[in-house]
């Protein structure tokens, strides 16, 4: 499986971004699709995930109310939609599939998915 992001960019605080993953695999249908950030200095956390047919999202905290994750099953692609984002968000965002949770799972531990995709960069300025 190959997970391939994009839509990373600077924006100024306040400000939206759009981050697509793409998968490479015919049964994207049956993932669990998570997105990951990473700060410089800071470890790796979730940020939000998605159940195969889109019903069950998690989200951060931190992220609650201002980001929203979804899929597109017929593109392999899932979204991450940040909007009003804050210095604080600056971070490698990284889209993560899990090949073994069952349907309305959405985990938001990182042991659980199995691929990983190489990361965006996402910089907000203030």
């Known amino acids: 499986v190959q997970l391939q992001a994009s839509g990373g960019g600077l924006v100024q605080a306040g400000g939206s971004l759009r981050l697509s993953c793409e998968a490479s695999?015919?049964?994207?249908?049956?993932?669990?699709m998570g997105w990951f950030r990473q700060a410089p200095g800071k470890e790796r956390e979730f940020v939000t995930s998605?159940?195969?047919?889109?019903?069950?999202?998690n989200y951060a905290d931190s992220v609650r109310g201002r980001f929203t994750t979804s899929r597109d099953n017929a593109k392999n692609t899932v979204y991450l939609q940040m909007n009003s984002l804050k210095p604080e968000d600056t971070a490698v965002y990284y889209c993560?599939?899990?090949?073994?949770?069952?349907?309305?799972?959405?985990?938001?531990?990182?042991?659980?998915?199995?691929?990983w995709g190489q990361g965006t960069l996402v910089t907000v300025s203030s």
């Open positions: 998605i159940s195969w047919g889109g019903t069950v999202r």
């Open positions: 695999i015919p049964t994207f249908s049956r993932l669990v």
């Open positions: 993560a599939a899990d090949a073994n949770s069952v349907a309305g799972a959405s985990p938001t531990r990182a042991d659980y998915y199995d691929y």
